[in-house]
């Protein structure tokens, strides 16, 4: 072969590795991008960006024994949830805060809000406060990752930092309503930490159509189970007063 052959068969070699590194480089970047883009909607189905709603919690024994809880609740923005218990009447009157990473409790009588972790649960059982207080998916993770798996969509998350509650999410989107089935919590060392159960699809007016039930166990908790209950999800703008330490013990004057 001539010098000349040599050197043609060398440029179309290189510029087939070239081109082809280009079309797997884009087509990574276009599944980088409609993985986040799913997220970003996965969030907006779930509930809009400011809302009020009503949820009961059920823990539930391994011995069948069972404690309720009802929550009046109101979100403003990606980093603002505060809720407002109304039962049982032991705990009427707390409320419970979080804006971006920090969170807090307040109990009448006491003299000021206390500081809890996200890894904590004011109500006991398998939701910790990070679940209780949950801010958009997106807010605190990153998507990795999204493939097809039959009738669902599988994303793999990833937080965005270290004060988030769970390390990587697997998250199974239903492709119709484009709202989560089942998501496995993971820590930074790849044990599972629980996984959580959505079921029960109801349209809640405005365009809301999404599960009304969610349910939790984990390998950690054996035999335990906590359930939640939605209810009355609808739009709602708060000012930012609602949301500081001073308003807790107001949350309940916000109730129509």
Do not use: C
């Not at 087939?16 to 189905?45: F, P």
């Amino acid at each position: 072969m001539n010098s000349f052959k040599k050197q043609l068969l060398y440029f179309v070699t290189a510029s087939l590795v070239i081109l082809s590194n280009q079309a797997w480089s884009e087509a990574s970047k276009t599944h980088d991008v409609n993985a986040t883009q799913l997220l970003k909607e996965v969030d907006a189905r779930l509930q809009p960006s400011s809302y009020e709603m009503y949820r009961k919690l059920i823990n539930i024994e391994p011995d069948g024994d069972r404690k309720e809880f009802v929550l009046y609740t109101v979100k403003k923005g990606k980093e603002n949830v505060v809720a407002l218990f109304l039962d049982p009447a032991s705990e009427r009157g707390r409320s419970s805060l979080r804006v971006g990473d920090n969170m807090w409790l307040y109990i009448p009588n006491v003299g000021k809000p206390l500081r809890i972790t996200s890894l904590q649960s004011v109500v006991g059982g398998v939701f910790n406060n990070s679940d209780i207080l949950q801010l958009d998916y997106s807010t605190e993770y990153n998507a990795q990752n999204v493939t097809e798996e039959g009738e669902q969509l599988l994303l793999s998350l990833k937080a965005k930092n270290r004060s988030v509650a769970y390390d990587q999410l697997k998250m199974w989107v239903d492709k119709t309503h484009k709202t989560p089935i089942k998501i496995e919590a993971y820590s930074a060392s790849g044990m599972l930490i629980k996984t959580l159960h959505y079921s029960k699809i109801k349209d809640f007016g405005n365009g809301y159509i999404r599960p009304a039930m969610l349910e939790t166990d984990s390998p950690l908790y054996k035999g335990f189970k906590s359930v939640m209950l939605f209810d009355g999800i609808k739009p709602r703008e708060f000012s930012e007063e609602v949301f500081s330490l001073g308003y807790m013990s107001k949350i309940g004057e916000l109730r129509e």
